[in-house]
T-cell receptor, first 113, second 111 residues
Framework: DVKVTQSSRYLVKRTGEKVFLECVQD?????MFWYRQDPGLGLRLIYF???????EKGDIPEGYSVSREKKERFSLILESASTNQTSMYLC????????????FGPGTRLTVT | SQQGEEDPQALSIQEGENATMNCSYK?????LQWYRQNSGRGLVHLIL?????REKHSGRLRVTLDTSKKSSSLLITASRAADTASYFC???????????FGPGTSLSVIP
């Protein structure tokens, strides 16, 4: 079974802190994605990556950056956390062409105070 | 970006009843996928239907696709309390689609 793990289930950070959210998948998937989920808004795509060291902006990249130094790991970085970044963050991966199904991690609920 | 719009936003049924939820989208697609999310968890892939298919079954799930109306439906038969979750559709147009998930349908199955 594909396994996508995220470094924390719950995280509380202070405004202005630099925050790292880690995602690791164990199925050698080429594609990895970061979404945030807010009530009533569905899942919005922040960044995605189709290969190592490659990244593409999603629809809401402002305030975020990503890093993919190894194929299995995709990190989301909040450069200076703000309260409006309080949200559920979901990582996903998929095989090959992006029209295959996505496998999601359990999510990280981030609270910025 | 490609986004599906699920309808209804919320659905409450008794255990044993069937649940139907719908998805509409705007452009042509390669395939359409349905996902389930239990409260506070990640999404789980349920079923994928290709654009040249009209109906697909998987256990108690039945998915239909009408490309002329740009719509899909997910039917869960003989629902159980464990089916309580949010359900999302994901229309996929190209290999590198920036898929966005809508608010989903929140299904409550009452024991």
């Amino acid at each position: 079974d594909v396994k996508v793990t995220q470094s924390s289930r719950y995280l509380v950070k202070r405004t202005g802190e630099k925050v790292f959210l880690e995602c690791v998948q164990d199925m050698d998937h080429e594609n990895m994605f970061w979404y945030r989920q807010d009530p009533g808004l569905g899942l919005r795509l922040i960044y995605f990556s189709y290969d190592v060291k490659m990244k593409e902006k999603g629809d809401i990249p402002e305030g975020y950056s990503v890093s993919r130094e190894k194929k299995e790991r995709f990190s989301l970085i909040l450069e200076s956390a703000s309260t409006n970044q309080t949200s559920m963050y979901l990582c996903a991966s998929s095989f090959g062409q992006a029209n295959y199904e996505r496998y999601f991690g359990p999510g990280t609920r981030l609270t910025v105070t | 970006s490609q986004q599906g719009e699920e309808d209804p936003q919320a659905l409450s049924i008794q255990e044993g009843e069937n649940a139907t939820m719908n998805c509409s989208y705007k452009t042509s697609i390669n395939n359409l996928q349905w996902y389930r999310q239990n409260s506070g968890r990640g999404l789980v892939h349920l079923i994928l239907i290709r654009s040249n298919e009209r109906e697909k079954h998987s256990g108690r799930l039945r998915v239909t696709l009408d490309t002329s109306k740009k719509s899909s439906s997910l039917l869960i038969t003989a629902s159980r309390a464990a089916d309580t979750a949010s359900y999302f559709c994901a229309p996929i147009k190209t290999s590198y689609d920036k898929v966005i998930f809508g608010p989903g349908t929140s299904l409550s199955v009452i024991p």
